[in-house]
């Protein structure tokens, strides 16, 4: 597990943006379970270099710039939230684990997944106006 002063500012770039953090498996499955209803983006946050130039700064791009969003916005932090990392990993199966990595569930079930050699190689620029053609695909 990595520091928790060390992860902090890097947890607090998507939680001032709006985000809740989800420390275990039962706030993943409560949220997630049988009864979600709208759009949740869950992004698997991670201390790695594409996290930090690419997947957060775009993130936190196409929130300002849609014009549809998700209704809800969640993260989990590799290394350190592992129990509830597990339990993303699980709900995004078949795809292998992945950090950074996001998820767009809609009414409970997934419909598009970034893994991380998606971000890699790319800009923020990129994967903001990625999120943004994903949002008003399936954002209401």
């Given at each position: 597990m990595y520091p928790e002063?060390?992860?902090a500012p890097m947890r607090a770039e998507l939680s001032l943006v709006g985000f809740e953090e989800f420390r275990t498996a039962e706030q993943v499955a409560a949220h997630l379970g049988p009864d979600h209803k709208g759009t949740t983006l869950l992004v698997v946050n991670s201390v790695c270099?594409?996290?930090?130039?690419?997947?957060?700064?775009?993130?936190?791009?196409?929130?300002e710039q849609a014009g549809k969003k998700p209704t809800s916005l969640?993260?989990?932090f590799a290394g350190n939230d592992r129990d509830a990392v597990a339990k993303v990993r699980e709900?995004?199966?078949?795809?292998?684990?992945s950090s950074p990595a996001m998820a767009l569930f809609k009414d409970g079930e997934l419909?598009?997944?970034i893994e991380r050699h998606h971000i890699e190689g790319r800009n923020a620029k990129m994967i903001g106006e990625h999120l943004v053609e994903v949002f008003e695909?399936?954002?209401e």
């Open positions: 002063e060390l992860i270099g594409c996290a930090a130039g690419a997947a957060r700064p775009g993130i936190r791009m196409a929130l969640a993260t989990v709900l995004v199966l078949p795809y292998p684990p419909v598009h997944f695909l399936f954002c």
